[in-house]
């Protein structure tokens, strides 16, 4: 069973960084995509970043320039930078990773979320 474990979360001032944690159970090399998706009160859910196995990145217009995605293979763990952080990234902010399989399809795992507040 695949486990990934968000930390990072927290309060900060409009303007502030906080760097957010995602470490899976099992070695992220077995995964297509891993990334970070938001889910604000009353909102959907949405991508924030996603990063490949190969290291590409892709990022939401909004977060462009201030959030960078990274991934340290060494500790199974997955980074979301986040500076210049604005009251609208207030979320809960979730861990996805994907794995493609030929048998199954898509298999999508999700951690349990971390609060990200960011007051004005």
């Known amino acids: 069973q695949v486990q990934l474990v968000e930390s990072g979360g927290g309060l900060v001032q409009a303007g502030g960084s906080l760097r957010l944690s995602c470490a899976a159970s099992t070695s992220i090399f077995s995964f297509n995509t891993m990334g970070w998706y938001r889910q604000a009160p009353g909102k959907q859910r949405d991508l924030v970043a996603t990063?490949?196995?190969?290291?590409?990145?892709k990022y939401a217009d909004s977060v462009k320039g201030r959030f960078t995605i990274s991934r340290d293979n060494a500790k199974n763990t997955v980074y979301l930078q986040m500076n210049s952080l604005k009251p609208e990234d207030t979320a809960v902010y979730y861990c996805?990773?994907?794995?493609?399989?030929?048998?199954?399809?898509?298999?999508?795992?999700w951690g349990q979320g971390t609060q990200v507040t960011v007051s004005s």
């Open positions: 990063i490949t196995s190969g290291d590409t990145t």
């Open positions: 996805n990773a994907v794995k493609n399989t030929w048998t199954r399809g898509r298999l999508d795992y």
